[in-house]
């Protein structure tokens, strides 16, 4: 997902380069949201990574 942002910014960043302002302006907001979707499934990944430590700490006690 990640990778697509970074896609879709790169597109973002030529097509303003070469006058296409549209095709920038939509391209950047998709970069936003894809970017924005990583942040948070990337935030619910470490949160429950760390419960499954913590987890599997407490069961080897």
Same mark, same amino acid.
């Given at each position: @997902? /990640?990778?697509? $942002? &970074? #896609?879709? =910014?790169? /597109?973002?960043? &030529?097509?303003? $380069?070469?006058?296409?302002?549209? *095709?920038? =302006?939509?391209?950047?907001? #998709?970069?936003? *949201? ?5 942040? &948070?499934?990337? *935030? #619910?990944? /470490? *949160?429950? !990574?760390?419960?499954?430590?913590? =987890? !599997?700490?407490? @069961?080897?006690?």
């Amino acid at each position: @997902m /990640i990778k697509y $942002a &970074i #896609i879709f =910014a790169v /597109i973002s960043l &030529i097509a303003g $380069a070469l006058g296409f302002s549209g *095709v920038a =302006a939509g391209a950047a907001g #998709i970069a936003k *949201v894809l970017f924005g979707l990583f942040l &948070i499934l990337a *935030v #619910i990944f /470490i *949160v429950l !990574a760390a419960l499954g430590v913590g =987890a !599997a700490k407490k @069961m080897m006690k």
